[in-house]
């Protein structure tokens, strides 16, 4: 299904730009989320997670571009990661108070993501065994 690898490519560029952006910028990716990093340790940690792991689910997500049958495996993927981000994101509102506007930006992104994956994966044409 083209749409999928279409939207899956779209998630890994935003990925892409997202895990850039916090590896060249992590003072001010940190403080739009609320994090105040230590020098050291918690700089490398942003640097290695928001930078480095971001930038792997970029190409991860991107994979299906050049090989179509890892588009159902990985719209699973991403229906799992968001899907649990939904999740977490909603407890943590319930849990937490002073949420800044970019953790309800995140939010909202992250139902975006979950929905359209849930959707694509939802509505696949039965019986195909992977998504071209």
Known sequence: MPAARYFLAFVGICYL?????????????????????????????????????????????????????????????????????VVFRAISLVLFSGMGTTTYVLAGVEWAIFLASAGLLLFQTPGKANLN
């Not at 928001?50 to 792997?56: K, N, R, T």
């Open 17 to 85: 730009t997202l895990g850039v952006w916090c590896a060249s910028a992590p003072a001010q990716t940190s403080k739009s989320v609320g994090f105040d990093l230590q020098k050291g340790s918690g700089q490398s940690e942003f640097f290695t997670v928001y930078g480095g792991v971001e930038f792997a689910w970029g190409l991860i997500f991107l994979m299906p571009l050049l090989w179509s049958e890892f588009t159902k495996p990985l719209l699973i993927a991403c229906v799992l990661i968001h899907g649990l981000s």
